[in-house]
């Protein structure tokens, strides 16, 4: 995913109110960007550190930069756009990069499934010789880093995300693959695991879909001004 223009950078002030965050200009001005991020950004945030945002051309918007990239306490970089996820993943998967996903005909997004009325990030179907045959896949951000490059996921207690495991569970005992893609954007994080100290039961919840044969897979990205692409696969330890 490249930038047209790259990035601009600033230093950042402060996060608050979850969906704004204040920033010093090159200029020296100081102005306020949006924040596309409904986390807790734990470990994710340094005042006074430095921070890229993308500039909308849409004249309608009151805010009109959006925060992309932050610098987290450990001197990382983190994609803290939570919106440029799927599309992370959609182009990894039709570079060949997330080869776990590769040999299906279509690929939709946001398509209506399950029996809580959700809506599937990826939806894959007519893989060679397999008539039919479906794959849902779910995408999450990580950009927690506990210690030592573990990357933990969620970040805040999460009941849509454990609704969407429940979702995938559902998916499998139709009879189609089910997989959760953990997304990281953080330079430092080495492996991905449930984050249970935050949200046990989400833990507990991941492992009952483990068990039931939804596959878990984790693919970590390079972060730069210029562009944000996965290219690592990451272990995942349930």
């Excluded at 200009?25 to 921070?51: A, F, R, V």
């Excluded at 051309?57 to 939570?82: D, S």
């Excluded at 996820?85 to 499934?113: D, F, H, K, P």
């Amino acid at each position: 995913m490249k930038f047209a223009p790259p990035l601009q950078q600033a230093v950042l002030l402060k996060r608050y109110k979850r969906f704004l965050a204040d920033v010093t200009l090159d200029s020296g001005e100081q102005t306020t960007i949006h924040c596309p991020n409904t986390g807790s950004m734990k470990n994710c945030i340094l005042e006074g550190s430095p921070c890229w945002f993308s500039t909308s051309a849409n004249p309608k918007r009151k805010y009109p930069y959006t925060w992309e990239i932050a610098t987290t306490p450990a001197g990382a970089l983190a994609g803290i756009n939570t919106g440029r996820s799927n599309a992370l993943v959609v182009e990894a998967v039709e570079t060949g990069v997330i080869t776990e996903l590769q040999g299906y005909e279509t690929l939709r997004t946001e398509v209506a499934y399950g029996a809580e009325r959700s809506r599937i990030d990826i939806l894959l179907q007519g893989r060679a010789g397999e008539t039919g045959a479906r794959c849902y896949v779910e995408v999450k951000n990580v950009t927690l880093e506990d210690t030592g490059g573990r990357g933990l996921f969620p970040d805040a207690v999460s009941a849509r995300g454990t609704k969407h495991l429940r979702e995938l569970m559902g998916v499998v005992a139709g009879g189609d693959r089910a997989v959760l893609l953990y997304c990281v954007q953080h330079t430092d994080i080495r492996w991905v695991e449930p984050a249970d100290t935050i949200d046990p039961h989400y833990g507990e919840t991941l492992r009952e879909a483990v068990a039931l044969g939804v596959e878990v897979v984790a693919y970590r990205a390079s972060l730069s001004p210029l562009e944000i692409v996965l290219q690592r696969r990451l272990e995942v330890k349930i």
